[in-house]
């Protein structure tokens, strides 16, 4: 903590017994001893402190990164399913009004739809009626 060496430590007990006197050296040295532990107590607190503090902020920090992210997912997300929606919403309207839709025309007879649905058929009677008409010559 200081850089105070042996010799230099040892002037400055010496001078503290010419000072203070034999008397009351052992009390201020026990006095000056617990306000040094005191002391490192204190800085020892302080340190914790300062580095509880460092880690809060950093947690914070950390904590806003993640809200942060959370956000921009939950917005790129929500972005999606209201594209969904209404890409459903479209398709259902359509599938609706198709439904809703008056046909164009009405159905056509069932026989008529046979003879035209068997072109083979329909020649086959049109020769038949070109037999029954009598020939005329050309």
Known sequence: MFDIGFSELMLIAVVALVVIGP???PRVARTAGHLLGRLQRYVSTVKSDISREMQLEELRRLQSEIQESAR???DSLSSEMQAARQALAVTAEAVGS???APLASPPAAPAASAV???PALAD???VAADRDKPATGA
Request: hydrophobic share 35%.
């Open 23 to 25: 008397e009351r050296l």
């Open 72 to 74: 921009s997912v939950e």
């Open 98 to 100: 198709d439904l809703k």
């Open 116 to 118: 035209a649905a068997s």
């Open 124 to 126: 086959s009677r049109g």
